[in-house]
T-cell receptor, first 118, second 113 residues
Framework: AQKVTQAQTEISVVEKEDVTLDCVYETRDTTYYLFWYKQPPSGELVFLIRRNSFDEQNEISGRYSWNFQKSTSSFNFTITASQVVDSAVYFCALSEAGGYNQGGKLIFGQGTELSVKP | EAQVTQNPRYLITVTGKKLTVTCSQNMNHEYMSWYRQDPGLGLRQIYYSMNVEVTDKGDVPEGYKVSRKEKRNFPLILESPSPNQTSLYFC????????????FGPGTRLTVT
């Protein structure tokens, strides 16, 4: 079965702290894609990153970094030196390739609500 | 600016009154999709479209219709809305299904009384 689990429902940190958001996925497919989206209080869904199952290289973009480990089926997201503007709900999502996903849908985790306090 | 637009952003309506939520993208994407977001249930796919005139059901299609007559537009139609369709709706588009990131519209908050 395909599933995305974000075990942390809410995280609260103080500005400048580093914070890691966990994502664990389950899939039947050998080819799949992982994503992170941000949903700020204004409500829109903002795409952050895409990773395919063949590429386990970690990625860094400014204060954001992502750690993909197939061995543990995890795709964790770290924000370094957090800022108040990082306060949002963050979603991890999975898309399977091929016949398991005719509809091209994204399977979302339940989201982690991050609150960064000044 | 590359974007997905939805209208209206907010809508309060009554049970049974037909409504349409419009969705348009300017990125020449082939794939478009509708999701609804509900507390405790997360984001679920309603319908999707691989290309013009090609649409199919997602996980929660009951009570909804869609059409894809032009590549850029993918309206969501509620023929007879009911209170259980009160939700936050998102339209999304991507270059193709599965492998590519989906870009989401700003959302439409629908309340059916």
């Amino acid at each position: 079965a395909q599933k995305v689990t974000q075990a942390q429902t809410e995280i609260s940190v103080v500005e400048k702290e580093d914070v890691t958001l966990d994502c664990v996925y389950e899939t039947r497919d050998t080819t799949y894609y992982l994503f992170w989206y941000k949903q700020p209080p204004s409500g829109e869904l903002v795409f952050l990153i895409r990773r395919n199952s063949f590429d386990e290289q970690n990625e860094i973009s400014g204060r954001y970094s992502w750690n993909f480990q197939k061995s543990t089926s995890s795709f964790n997201f770290t924000i370094t030196a957090s800022q108040v503007v990082d306060s949002a709900v963050y979603f991890c999502a999975l898309s399977e390739a091929g016949g398991y996903n005719q509809g091209g849908k994204l399977i979302f985790g339940q989201g982690t609500e991050l609150s960064v306090k000044p | 600016e590359a974007q997905v637009t939805q209208n209206p952003r907010y809508l309060i309506t009554v049970t049974g009154k037909k409504l349409t939520v419009t969705c348009s993208q300017n990125m020449n994407h082939e794939y478009m999709s509708w999701y609804r977001q509900d507390p405790g249930l997360g984001l679920r796919q309603i319908y999707y479209s691989m290309n013009v005139e090609v649409t199919d059901k997602g996980d929660v299609p009951e009570g909804y219709k869609v059409s894809r007559k032009e590549k850029r537009n993918f309206p969501l139609i509620l023929e007879s809305p009911s209170p259980n369709q009160t939700s936050l709706y998102f339209c999304a588009s991507s270059f193709a299904s599965g492998a590519y990131e989906q870009y989401f519209g700003p959302g439409t908050r629908l309340t059916v009384t």
